[in-house]
């Protein structure tokens, strides 16, 4: 069993910052790719950023210069630096981390269960 738990949301007024954490446990031999996404009402879940298990990193174009992603390989543990926030920000915040299991070959791909961001103007 694998566990994926999001933390640090919450209500923030524009220009302010967050920082969501993520953390996985359970039965892991290798996290590879850890990623954020975000899913605003009555739009589609989109990648805000994401961290190869070598430290690359990908940005949306519309977070670009605001967010950090990091992570602690030691802690399995992905971050999201939140700054200069907009209200367009609002959102779900998902984690999703691709995992390779102990004694198994797959990689695949969990979900935490969602954190809510919300700015206000």
């Known amino acids: 069993q694998v566990q994926v738990v999001e933390s640090g949301g919450g209500l923030v007024q524009a220009r302010g910052s967050l920082r969501l954490s993520c953390a996985a446990s359970?039965?892991?031999?290798?996290?590879?790719?850890m990623g954020w996404y975000r899913q605003a009402p009555g739009k589609q879940r989109e990648l805000v950023a994401d961290i190869t298990n070598g430290g690359n990193t990908n940005y949306a174009d519309s977070v670009k210069g605001r967010f950090t992603i990091s992570r602690d390989n030691a802690k399995n543990t992905v971050y999201l630096q939140m700054n200069s926030l907009k209200p367009e920000d609002t959102a779900v915040y998902y984690c999703?981390?691709?995992?390779?299991?102990?004694?198994?070959?797959?990689?695949?791909?969990?979900w935490g269960q969602g954190t809510q961001v919300t700015v206000s103007s």
């Open positions: 359970g039965s892991i031999f290798r996290i590879n790719a």
């Open positions: 999703k981390v691709s995992i390779t299991r102990l004694f198994s070959s797959r990689v695949d791909d969990y």
